[in-house]
């Protein structure tokens, strides 16, 4: 297994992030995970509602495993002092097409440092250049700000709002559409 060290600011206490593969034989870990955050990581995500016993932990990740092995997604877990806080993946993937869907969590004791920012760099600096994604999304609630700041950070544009285009928990969610192509994202390294 690999891990990527994600650096930060010690007066953070993150200085000892890492990126990691988060794979099936890690289930218990992640539904742990889950629950310490659940009621936060569920306020625009669906993460929170699928993951609730230790089988739909492992299907879940299986599921990304898979996608994995098919090149059509990826999941991976950010741990701080080796315990598992958040992740990032590429819920989507297409290779011949050239894009892919970026998403993130975290639990409540990892925000405010920078981790999502430099993790999501992390993959899509791969998507990019490793696998020559050319187009990356970012989708998000329009009420989720901290996300928003996120793809910002990224150096990725608002393309749009595809309005009242989800339904979470019996509400319709206007939903912003975020990008950065491959040659922005380049010119911005």
């Not at 600096?125 to 910002?152: F, K, M, Q, T």
């Amino acid at each position: 297994m690999y891990a990527i060290p994600l650096g930060g600011d010690a007066a953070n206490g993150d200085n000892r992030a890492e990126l990691r593969p988060l794979e099936p034989w890690q289930a218990e870990e992640f539904l742990a995970h889950i629950d310490r955050g659940r009621e936060f990581i569920g306020q625009y995500i669906g993460l929170a509602d699928l993951i609730v016993d230790l089988d739909a932990s492992r299907s879940y990740l299986h599921s990304y495993a898979k996608k994995a092995a098919a090149d059509t997604g990826r999941i991976c877990g950010i741990w701080l002092d080796g315990r598992l806080v958040g992740g990032v993946l590429f819920r989507t993937m297409d290779v011949k097409q050239g894009t892919a869907e970026a998403g993130c969590w975290l639990e409540p004791s990892a925000v405010g440092k920078g981790l999502v920012t430099r993790a999501v760099r992390v993959l899509i600096d791969w998507a990019v250049e490793e696998r020559g994604i050319h187009r990356v999304e970012w989708l998000v609630s329009a009420a989720n700000e901290p996300s928003i700041a996120v793809a910002r950070r990224l150096g990725m544009t608002k393309e749009g709002v595809l309005r009242e285009g989800y339904l979470y928990r019996g509400e319709r969610q206007d939903i912003e559409v975020w990008a950065v192509l491959a040659p922005e994202w380049r010119a911005a390294k």
